[in-house]
């Protein structure tokens, strides 16, 4: 079950993203297509769907950024470069967000993922998955042990972990600012939030904000991805290095989700970031590309 499905309606499209947001090497004939530096994304043709990604590096270790619940692949646009110079990189907006036109039929999140890597060649990578983009990774990998190298989750949640009324009642207003038409107040609203991005990091909310506000259909898409069997009893099949990144600042759930998390999958390693909140690559790139290119570079195989 998604961050999405914790409540019974999907009436207001905004619900979704609120909820969600608190929550390899490719074969030898792709790797001439690389750029070493940012190249011009492009798009993918999955069925009916079509995903927009952006790649970059030449190193033989792939990395694929999975992007939260509430903003589109240009969050990781602070370490992107970094992350560039070590791997070959990608990041892609999952349907209805950025580029990505938004899904008009039920669809899987797992799959669409899964043809991506199909079609740009990569039998094995990192997953990096933010919030709801961690729960997405949670699922692929159980899904597809063999292609998952590592998994680092930030912030991330677990399907079939309940969420408190808190967690479930917090973006209430901006969801009542949304229903009437007012966007601009929606957004303000949640780029206020106190949880997504700490109290010292004004340049990230401004980052958020504008990030929301040149995309409002990241908030205002309706979504239709297919409720996934629930991970939290099966997180002991994850035989992969994972890493947990939570900032001291966010929300009590995803700590709960966290600690669970760190609980199922063996030899789980987590640390917590002071001074941040969920969206800790805004506001703290450099910490955040340093611990997690570590991590890749000492577990890899």
Known sequence: MTTMD???ARAVPMTAALLAICCASAAAGAQGARASSGAPGGFVQLDEAKLYYEECGTAPS????????GANSAVWDGVWPEMCRHFHTIRYDRRGFGRSPAATAWYSETDDLAGLLHRLK???AVLVGSSHGGEVSINFTLAHPEVVQQLVLVGAVVSGMPYSRHFLDRGKHASEL???GDLEGAIAEWSRDRYL??????AARRRLFDLLS???QDMTHRDYPLAERPALPRLHEIRVPTLLLTGDADIPDVHANAGAIEAGIPGARRVVLPGVGHLMYLEEPAEFTRLVIGFIELNAS
């Not at 792939?62 to 619940?69: C, M, S």
């Open 214 to 216: 040149a995309n409002p």
């Open 122 to 124: 990569v039998s094995r």
């Open 62 to 69: 792939t990395v694929v950024l999975l992007h939260d619940g």
């Open 6 to 8: 914790a409540i019974a």
């Open 197 to 202: 991005i700490g109290p010292e990091h004004e």
């Open 178 to 180: 949304l229903a009437k």
